[in-house]
């Protein structure tokens, strides 16, 4: 098991670096519960992960490659799928590794960053492009943008 530490911000596109070799993603959404979902996550690989706590900042996370046939054949078995794609880019910013997300979709024009951290408190440097925090504000979680129609 491991524990997912992470910070996520809005982006200002305006202030970002020009950002190269993006990974479009689709993650659908197998199930949903209050403090728990499982996700499969198409991009190069396939992936099952399954997140579980009520907590933003810090959840459990586990993760398992699938092949990548079984995760579009679960996927196109679902009756009402909730989706969630985007282009991921990477950025290394003061020695941290940010995520830039770049929603399409039902979430056409959403932009977020997220930084993984060691510890919840941890300090790192917030780029200008980064603007409002919200870790704690559970619309901008991916299992809640998946709800949108």
Known sequence: MAIEIER??????DLLPDLFEG???????VFIE??????????????????MGSDALSRQEFEYNIPYA?????????????????????????????????????????VMAEVELEY???PFFRPDWATKEVTHDRKYLNVNLAKRK
């Open 8 to 13: 996520k911000f809005l982006v200002d596109r």
């Open 23 to 29: 990974l479009i993603i689709k993650q659908v959404y």
């Open 34 to 51: 209050d403090d728990k979902h499982m996700r499969v996550r198409l991009d190069n690989e396939a992936r099952i992960t399954i997140k």
């Open 70 to 110: 079984d995760a579009v054949d679960m996927i196109e078995k679902l009756p009402n799928p909730r989706i969630v794609l985007k282009i991921r880019y990477k950025l290394e910013v003061a020695g941290k590794k940010w995520e830039i997300d770049v929603f399409g979709g039902a979430n056409m024009g959403l």
């Open 120 to 122: 919840a408190n941890e």
